[in-house]
């Protein structure tokens, strides 16, 4: 395969099991990626990472161009060998983290203007200056810079977003030149069909004449603007029929959703790729995904039992380490115990996924995710 080819291996209904070539080697579908915002995932080796069955791994454009900055990291070799990280990495662009402070944003059709939350510095993005930052940190695959509403929002404000993420996509495209790294468009709209779907239809507007310039396509869709404040049921309202508008021949990227249930769902819809801080950042508070839905580690019901994490895991922390000394750990906030929680929430996700691809491969996915609803660990989610 050549590079950024994907192939289509199968589909179960919507479901599909993608496989897609980069640089730093092929990845498939259905897919968890964990997040190293700072080039690094919190507690977790490289080697670990590997040995978990991560295939991608993001890292955040907003804190690395901040700290330690693009250019250290392109001296370094690039993110892979800053971080000893073998295989394939993305970048986000860092607009999420960017309009998130909305208090100290100021729009302009030409790009935004931010403070800094490091030095208080102000700080201008266009979205040529953007692409310039993702293709010297040098990630597999770089997205876009776009406008994320929040929600609830007023419609008018978000259909302005897609216009400005329309314009910025096709920047983006334009300015984005490095050969061995691919850049995703995304798709905004918030709750809105219509905003979504019109969104789709610039995306691959701006993808039609840029080929017909002799340009570069789009590698894959990122699903946006999803997971910012709204149930998960008004998601998926509208969810399966953007990310089917989509086209077939390219991976599709729900961002930052990491629930285990939604991922499920979401499969089932025609979504392949998935990434949040979720499996990480709750097990620092001491809180595991299980077979039999969340278990919070400080409870005191877990103080003299001395049975595996959950029976039905085969990780490192559930084959080395009773509940009772992982609640030990949690409740003397030793390190420790974010480690193994998060070593243990990683491989939960991962193997989800590597079971979900099994089942669309085998044509039986209505039945995996009929399963997965009725169990206990779909309750809690």
């Known amino acids: 395969m050549a ?4 192939t289509v291996d199968a589909t179960s209904g919507h479901a599909r099991a993608l496989t897609f070539t980069t640089a730093h080697g092929d990845f498939r579908t259905p897919m968890f990626m964990p997040v190293g915002t700072h080039a690094t995932v919190k ?4 080697d670990q990472l590997a040995g978990l069955g991560a295939q991608v791994v993001l890292a955040n454009t907003y804190h690395l161009a901040m700290r330690p ?13 800053f971080m000893d990280y073998v295989g394939p990495m993305l970048t986000d662009s860092g607009g999420f983290q960017v309009f998130s402070l909305a208090d100290t944003v100021k729009l302009t059709e030409d790009g935004v203007e931010f403070r800094s939350i490091y030095d208080g510095s102000r700080v201008f993005w266009t979205p040529e200056e953007n692409m310039r930052i993702q293709e010297l940190i040098g990630a597999d695959i770089a997205m876009q810079l776009d406008q994320c509403a929040p929600y609830p929002a007023e419609k008018d404000f978000v259909a302005q977003a897609v216009m400005r993420s329309h314009k910025w996509a096709r920047r983006c495209l334009a300015a984005h030149t490095r ?4 850049l995703f468009g995304i798709v905004q709209g918030g709750m809105h069909l219509d ?13 039609n004449a840029s080929l017909a310039a002799g340009g570069r396509r789009f590698g894959g869709f990122g699903i946006g ?3 910012v404040g709204e149930s998960h049921e008004v998601m998926f309202e509208t969810l399966g029929q953007v990310a089917r508008a989509l086209p077939a021949d390219r991976p599709r990227y729900l961002m930052g959703v990491g629930n285990p249930t939604t991922l499920v769902r979401a499969v089932a819809e025609g979504v392949d790729m998935f990434d949040c801080v979720l499996p990480t950042r709750t097990a620092r508070m001491g809180t595991a995904f299980s077979s039999t839905g ?3 580690m400080r409870n005191a019901k877990f103080a003299r039992d001395f049975t595996p994490l959950d029976h039905a895991c085969d990780c ?5 380490f009773t509940r009772a000394y992982l609640r030990h750990l949690v409740k003397q906030d030793e390190m420790l115990g974010g480690i193994l929680l998060s070593l243990h929430n990683l491989h939960f996700l991962l193997d989800l996924m590597r079971r979900a691809r099994e089942a669309v491969l085998a044509d039986a996915y209505d039945a995996f995710v009929a399963a997965w609803m009725a169990s206990p660990a779909a309750q809690d989610y």
């Open 195 to 207: 905003l979504r779907l019109e969104s789709v239809r610039g995306l691959l507007d701006i993808e």
């Open 294 to 296: 969340r278990m919070n």
């Open 3 to 6: 590079l950024f080819d994907c």
């Open 69 to 81: 900055g693009a250019e250290v990291v392109a001296e370094a070799g690039g993110v892979h060998r």
């Open 43 to 46: 507690g977790i080796t490289p």
């Open 179 to 182: 050969p061995d790294q691919t």
């Open 316 to 320: 490192y922390t559930c084959t080395h």
């Open 225 to 227: 603007g999803y997971s």
